[in-house]
């Protein structure tokens, strides 16, 4: 039987095929409200009702409307990651159904990179940051969330009278002589300073030094210039969770 892991973000809608191994074969980038685009890649994986389907969701609207596609086209072998208290991995969260279920699969997927007894912390670069600590046991011990790029400079545009939208590129210059380059030196390396600040942060208490994994639509561009070229980046880790979880037996559910 086929299987696919989705993660539905704020931004993007992500499909990913898994081989029989349980390796992520190819991952395909979506438009949020384009279902015609999601016809043509059911049609070009040739998909049908007997596809297995493991989704990771922290966008209830458009997990709505996937909802209803899927159901349209009698998909019935479908699994839920609404939130973190629906992936089983061990935690100290205080609330875990508060918790976003592409944290936890970030985690997830983490797991199985660490070595044994190693701590870990998972930079998630999406619309928001989150820092996620693991401990050398392999316990998630929560994280932080903060503003990613896109978010911060909205944030300033919408929020302001005159502010421009900005969209900063790698590394730009620390300050600027007119209000868009100092906008992007702003967003760009306030971002990139909050990073370094919440790593800094978690990786005290542990002794010796924790692995950092790099993963999101953004991590290319924030990775390196708080790790430098030792920045580990890997692609697609929600949906490496989530192929991890496929490969466990569970009753359907719709």
């Known amino acids: 039987m086929p299987t696919i892991v989705a993660d539905l973000g704020n931004s993007r809608l992500k499909w990913g095929r898994i081989g029989p191994d349980g390796s992520l074969l190819d991952v395909a980038s979506l438009p949020l409200d384009d279902q015609d685009g999601w016809l043509a890649l059911w049609n070009g994986w040739n998909l049908d009702s007997a596809t297995a389907w493991w989704i990771s969701s922290v966008n209830p609207p458009l997990a709505e409307r996937l909802h209803n596609f899927l159901g349209e086209r009698g998909v019935h072998q479908v699994h839920w990651m609404r939130s973190a208290a629906d992936v089983p991995l061990h935690h100290e969260l ?118 950092i994994l790099w993963t999101g639509g953004d991590a290319p561009r924030l990775a390196p210039a708080v790790a430098g070229a030792k920045a580990e980046i890997v692609p697609d880790l929600v949906l490496r969770g989530l192929a991890r979880l496929a490969a466990r037996p569970l009753p359907p559910e719709v």
């Open 94 to 211: 205080e609330q875990a159904s508060t918790a976003g279920a592409d944290r936890a699969l970030a985690v997830l997927g983490a797991l199985d990179l660490r070595e044994a007894c190693q701590s870990c912390l998972v930079v998630l670069c999406g619309t928001a940051i989150t820092v996620e600590r693991i401990n050398v046991e392999g316990v998630w011990q929560g994280g932080a969330i903060t503003l990613g790029l896109g978010m911060t400079a909205r944030a300033l545009h919408v929020l302001t009278a005159q502010l421009p939208l900005v969209h900063p590129g790698p590394e730009p210059p620390a300050w600027g002589r007119s209000t868009r380059p100092a906008l992007e030196a702003g967003v760009y390396w306030g971002v990139v300073g909050a990073i370094r600040e919440l790593l800094g942060k978690q990786a005290t208490g542990f002794d010796s030094e924790p692995r």
